[in-house]
């Protein structure tokens, strides 16, 4: 069975500050990536950052950034300078990548609030 | 808008009633996912279709749910006989299956359902 863990179920930042979300996962699959998705308040998932497991170099994306540990299966999320339109709920999640039918499974979420 | 979009937005029903729910992809994807997500909660998976085979369904998906992809684009979800344990959003996710980006899914808006 694969599952994803996120252990904090809140957390607050203050703005400008950084914040930094935890999550550990586990499988027995070699070829899979790990995501971090944002939900706004009554707004659409999307995408924040991707890494492939087999790549050793922590994924960037503008002010967001993973730290990537693989044998210990953990990927945590690092908000960097934080505003306020990044309060939202963040899930973790995995995916194996198979020729067909590629699911994902997500985490329990951590809810983000930044103060102002 | 050319996202995923999803029909209703909100359904309300009362116990044992039919509803269905509505997923457009984004137009060149080939792949449609459907998940479930209660309050609080990280999104389940519940079924994934590429084009218009239904690939894979969860044990989520009781015999009172049935999905359809006709012609491989837009799909739908139905459920039958509703029970209060179902209130939940219904989210639709796509993808055209590109493994080197861990073939992202696209989210939309989701169907959030209530029953009374």
Redesign the interface.
Known sequence: AQTVTQSQPEMSVQEAETVTLSCTYDTSENNYYLFWYKQPPSRQMILVIRQEAYKQQNATENRFSVNFQKAAKSFSLKISDSQLGDTAMYFCAFIVIKAAGNKLTFGGGTRVLVKP | DT??SQNPRHKITKRGQNVTFRCDPISEHN?L?W?RQTL??????LT?F?NEAQ??KSRLLSDRFSAERPKGSFSTLEIQRTEQGDSAMY?C?S?W?A?S?????F????TRLTVL
């Open positions: 996202g995923v792949r996912y998940y609080g909660q990280g999104p389940e998976f994934y590429q690939l894979e989210l996710a993808s299956g493994t980006r861990g073939d992202e899914q989210f939309g808006p989701g």
